[in-house]
C-alpha cells in the first residue's frame, strides 16, 4: 500500500511540474531564440523556434489595411477554433485537445518569429490541430494576421 501510495504522489507531482515526456529540443537550451517562459503560449510549448524562423522580423508595415486583411484571415481560417475575439472560445475548438491558445490574452508573451513559425508550421511538434498555413496563406498574408493578432491584446 506504501508503494502504492508513493507511486500515485511521484506521478501527480511530474504531472504538476510538467514532466517532459522526452521531446526532441529544436535547439540546445539557453538558446538566444528561446523565449522567456513567463506563461501564455510558450508556457503550454517547447518554444525554441527553428533557425529558419528564428530572429525573423516583420518586413511589411502595420496599418489599418494590414489589420483588416487579417481579420478576414482571421475569421475565415482561424475564428472557428480560437474564437471570435480570439479568446479560444470557438466552436470547433470544444472538441480539441489540446485546446485552442486564448490568443488575446497571451500573444503579447511571444515574439514575431514565434508567431510566424506557429502560424506557418501549424501544430508541428505540439500535437494539436493547428494546422499548417505556409502553402495556404503567402508571406504578406501571414504577416497581416500577425498585425490582427497583435490588434486582440487584452
Not at 31 to 50: C, F
Not at 77 to 85: L, P, T
Not at 92 to 97: H, K, P, Q, S, Y
Request: hydrophobic share 35%.
Amino acid at each position: 500500500m506504501k508503494r502504492f501510495t508513493f507511486f500515485v504522489l511521484l506521478i501527480i507531482l511530474l504531472t504538476a511540474c510538467g514532466f517532459n515526456s522526452g521531446e526532441k529540443d529544436l535547439q540546445p537550451p539557453g538558446s538566444s531564440t528561446e523565449i522567456d517562459g513567463t506563461g501564455g503560449l510558450e508556457a503550454r510549448h517547447d518554444t525554441r523556434i527553428p533557425a529558419q524562423y528564428a530572429g525573423k522580423g516583420d518586413p511589411t508595415s502595420t496599418d489599418e489595411e494590414s489589420i483588416a486583411r487579417g481579420a478576414a484571415i482571421y475569421a475565415a481560417n482561424c475564428a472557428s477554433c480560437h474564437g471570435e475575439s480570439g479568446m479560444g472560445d470557438g466552436p470547433a475548438g470544444a472538441a480539441l485537445n489540446p485546446a485552442p491558445a486564448a490568443l488575446a490574452t497571451s500573444i503579447s508573451t511571444v515574439e514575431d518569429d514565434y508567431l510566424f513559425w506557429r502560424i506557418s508550421e501549424g501544430s508541428g511538434p505540439f500535437n494539436s490541430a493547428m494546422p499548417a498555413w505556409k502553402s495556404a496563406l503567402d508571406e504578406q498574408s501571414r504577416w497581416d494576421l500577425i498585425h490582427f493578432l497583435r490588434s486582440l491584446e487584452q
